[in-house]
């Protein structure tokens, strides 16, 4: 008996201490050495964990030691099958674990391309990562080459219904999809790619164009992962003008008591609709439409409204002598009776004050039309714009200029800022035209020439603010820091943080910390860049520059590759906002600029301007109408209330400025509806139907 417990200890102690062996002492598989490195080491012992395994891995298959590299991604499978970002080690520590990506490469090393794309299909279904997405593609062009088939080529569908479209949509959406069974691997828009992260067999693409009036002939193609191309283009044409209206004659016949009037509709994607105090005139389909009307009338005023057959609307108003029983005032009232004489026409010029007035407004001053028996014109046309004075200040990214020009000769030019808007000559034109404004101050400028030579311009200045809850500064601040970097870290790898804060402020959607200010920080706090990488550091530096997100992460370099990691981090909770990574294989400067710009659209993608209303406050919570598909979880918003700017003078309406009430984090996100905690003291404002935007 005592002989078999001896037995049962020793055989107890032996086990331990192969154990103790296994987890404490170094692995006994011999460490290799190519061109003066040394490949198969880990950082630290050895303890026979996934994360050992996995980190060994990764070291074989730097230096192209294959089978040992599937060997310990193998084990590392066997501890944990997963792959994951900032998987949990010990402790509080962290690491990014992708064991069958990994595997799934150097299988595609080793040629084995069944086994790669089943190890990189795993891992995008467990967790996306773009080196995967990289290397899935390169497997899917090997399998496409070594099955020795013609590709066909990619299929490519609008979803327009004609190649040639006539819009008023502003942007114009590009939509459609791109389909082929060989992947299609790159989309482009007018030459410029879209961003896409790996090929599909089918991709819904959606591109918003901020195209101006005009024609534009817009080329779509696709590219399949076999290098086959199809292209496919649409014509569009951009029209938001209204119809330009132009008044040829207007007679008043006193024995009659009636009214004629004549001119011509013109606008390009085709005059639908004509209506003269109130009643619709008979037209004829097409794009430059004469017309003619006779009529009785009482009326201190005639209007005349014109629509395109997208909506475009220009509408006109000319005031009428108020008693035809008045002596004419205008040589053209005689037509249709008797032509005076020569002295009576002498006498008559004398009292033409102006030519014809045909206002767009009742308050703007009549003129009347100049006789066609009147010596040669000497005055400039006259120049009249709806709603605007010669200075104002708007809270909209354009506006419509509504006009006119009248002279007692034909008008036979007209531009507004060197656009030339004239179709057809005459006495009076109406027109409406669409002014893009850049922030601050804009001049628009409006110039007519009748056919005696006589030139008049008119000039106005507007001014385009922007509302307090779109400017750039009331956006989510931030600031980038430099990267860890691990691996054999090249000098192109040092300068991505300086791309990505290129790229990011490039993008227009965060309020990115300017550099100065940052380092100005590092030198008070005596801290080094290389100190940054610090978690708790690089909080404490975001709160001190007034940042409320930091960008970090991590470059990964390897012989063949570069991997980039970000991710931005909430400086007041410390919480993880969103995870972004690239991945190339070519190393110059303009290959890391672009996966710098490719991170800061998967940051904007992340973080999309959108807004919406409060449906209810409680409390220090409000709901909102942003549901899962509009918003995610930490998410900070603006509250702000909308206020109408009119013009003092004219009552056209400016735009909207507004004024921030609060500010919110989402703290739970519903299929349509999402809440928030308020985070200042302006709660008690806050009520149902003030609005909100993403910061």
Same mark, same amino acid.
């Given at each position: ?24 002492? %170094? ?20 303890? +026979? ?5 996995? /980190? ?52 595609? *090393?080793? @040629? &084995? ?31 496409? #080459? ?24 502003? %942007? ?8 082929? /069974? ?19 067999? +089918? $991709? ?9 009036? @005009? ?25 938001? #003008? ?35 105090? @109130? ?9 430059? $439409? ?41 040589? *053209? ?28 407004? +009742? ?17 400039? %046309? ?58 601050? /101050?804009? !001049?628009?400028?409006? /110039? ?32 980038? =820091? ?7 870290? !090249? ?31 590092? *030198? ?16 404490? =530096? ?18 063949? @590759? ?12 410390? #919480? ?20 710098? #710009? ?21 409390? +220090?919570?409000?709901?909102? &109408? ?70």
């Amino acid at each position: 008996m005592k002989n078999a417990r001896r037995y049962l200890l020793i055989l107890i102690l032996v086990a331990a201490g192969f154990s103790l062996y296994r987890c404490g002492g %170094p692995h006994p598989r011999p460490v290799y050495v190519r061109d003066g490195r040394q490949y198969g080491v880990v950082r630290g012992a050895f303890r +026979s964990r996934r994360w050992n395994y996995y /980190e060994r891995g990764l070291s074989f298959a730097d230096g192209e030691f294959y089978q040992e590299a599937v060997s310990d991604f193998r084990q590392a499978i066997h501890q944990r099958e997963k792959d994951q970002r900032m998987a949990r080690t010990y402790g509080m520590h962290f690491i990014d674990y992708f064991p069958h990506r990994e595997l799934g490469i150097v299988f595609y *090393q080793m @040629g &084995d391309l069944k086994a790669a794309k089943r190890e990189l299909e795993l891992s995008l279904s467990q967790f996306p990562s773009a080196k995967a997405r990289f290397y899935l593609d390169r497997v899917r062009r090997a399998l496409i #080459e070594k099955g020795g088939k013609e590709a066909s080529l990619p299929g490519v569908s609008l979803d327009f219904k004609t190649a040639e479209v006539w819009t008023r949509e502003d %942007p114009v959406i590009i939509s459609g999809v791109a389909e082929d /069974e060989n992947y299609v691997s790159a989309i482009y828009i007018r030459g410029v790619p879209l961003f896409l992260e790996g090929s599909k067999k +089918s $991709i819904s693409f959606k591109q918003s164009l901020n195209l101006p009036q @005009g024609k534009h002939a817009i080329e779509v193609a696709a590219k399949n992962l076999a290098g086959k191309v199809t292209k496919r283009t649409v014509v569009i044409h951009v029209d938001r #003008e209204g119809p330009i209206i132009t008044v040829g004659e207007l007679r008043i016949d006193r024995r009659t008591r009636e009214i004629a009037i004549s001119g011509s509709i013109y606008d390009e994607s085709g005059v639908s609709e004509l209506t003269i105090d @109130g009643q619709s005139i008979t037209i004829e389909p097409g794009t430059d $439409i004469p017309f003619a009307r006779k009529f009785a009338t009482d009326k201190k005023s005639l209007n005349l409204v014109a629509r395109d057959r997208l909506g475009n609307r220009t509408s006109a108003q000319i005031p009428l002598p108020q008693n035809l029983n008045e002596p004419a005032t205008s040589i *053209q009232e005689w037509r249709g009776n008797t032509p005076p004489g020569k002295s009576q026409i002498a006498n008559r010029k004398s009292q033409i004050p102006s030519p014809l007035l045909a206002s767009l407004d +009742s308050d703007v001053n009549p003129y009347l039309l100049a006789g066609l028996f009147s010596p040669r014109d000497t005055r400039p %046309p006259s120049i009249m714009l709806k709603g605007f004075t010669n200075k104002q200040t708007v809270f909209l990214p354009k506006i419509y200029i509504e006009g006119q020009v009248t002279d007692e000769s034909k008008i036979v030019g007209l531009s507004i800022n060197d656009v030339p808007v004239l179709h057809r000559k005459g006495l009076s034109i109406f027109f409406s035209h669409l002014s893009e404004l850049r922030e601050g /101050e804009n !001049s628009i400028t409006v /110039e007519a020439v009748d056919e005696n030579g006589n030139r008049a311009t008119k000039t106005i200045s507007v001014t385009r603010a922007v509302p307090k809850a779109l400017q750039l500064d009331k956006r989510l601040s931030m600031t980038v =820091l430099p990267f860890e970097q691990t691996g054999a870290v !090249s000098q192109v790898g040092l300068s991505f943080q300086d791309n990505l804060i290129d790229s990011l402020v490039d993008q227009d959607r965060f309020w990115v910390i300017e550099r100065a200010k940052l380092d100005l920080i590092l *030198q008070e706090q005596k801290l080094s860049r290389s100190g940054l990488i610090d978690r708790r550091t690089a909080l404490r =530096l975001g709160r001190l520059v007034a940042a409320q997100a930091v960008v970090t992460g991590s470059i990964i370099e390897t012989r063949t @590759g570069i991997e980039i990691v970000g991710r931005m981090i909430d400086t007041e909770t410390s #919480e993880i906002l969103a995870t972004e990574d690239v991945y190339g294989e070519v190393k110059d400067l303009p290959a890391l600029r672009s996966l710098a #710009e490719g991170m800061a659209i998967k940051f904007h993608r992340d973080f999309p301007l959108v807004d919406g209303v409060v449906i209810q406050r409680k409390g +220090s919570e409000i709901l909102t &109408d942003l549901g899962k598909d509009k918003v995610k979880l930490h998410r900070r918003l603006l509250v702000y209330r909308e206020h109408p700017v009119r013009h003092p003078l004219t009552g056209k309406v400016l735009g909207a400025d507004n004024e921030i009430i609060g500010r919110a984090r989402v703290i739970q996100v519903m299929p349509e509806m999402s809440k928030a905690e308020l985070l200042d003291a302006s709660t008690g404002v806050i009520k149902s139907l003030d609005k909100v935007i993403t910061e």
